[in-house]
């Protein structure tokens, strides 16, 4: 069974870094076969790319929004797909979603809340 779960979330405050991990186990192929995505989700709110990473490394496209402050990496030994997030200000407040999707697959997503 495949699953993809994200970690690193937390409360973190203004100004602060954080760094989200997405681990995937149970894939059929090698993790280095595959494109990866973060997402995240405002609440009442749909989910809204953030950055995708090709299978390995090379090739990486951001949202407009996170252009400056996101970075998306991956280890492909660790079978793990990375986001840092720098200045994390209260609108950053989301959840974080990774997603798979030659498979469509999705983590359960990590909540992020930066608050003094």
């Known amino acids: 069974q495949v699953q993809l779960a994200e970690s690193g979330g937390g409360l973190v405050q203004p100004g602060g870094s954080l760094r989200l991990s997405c681990v995937a186990s149970?894939?059929?192929?090698?993790?280095?076969?595959?494109?990866m995505v973060w997402y995240l989700q405002a609440p009442g709110k749909g989910r809204e790319f953030v950055a995708r990473?090709?299978?390995?490394?090379?090739?990486?496209e951001y949202a407009d929004f996170a252009k400056c402050r996101f970075t998306v990496s991956r280890d492909n030994a660790k079978k793990t797909m990375y986001l840092q997030v720098d200045s994390l200000t209260a609108e950053d407040t989301t959840v974080y979603y990774c997603?798979?999707?030659?498979?469509?697959?999705w983590g359960q997503g990590t909540q992020v809340t930066v608050s003094s």
């Open positions: 990473i090709d299978s390995i490394g090379r090739r990486l």
């Open positions: 149970g894939l059929a192929a090698s993790f280095e076969g595959y494109g």
């Open positions: 997603n798979l999707p030659a498979e469509n697959y």
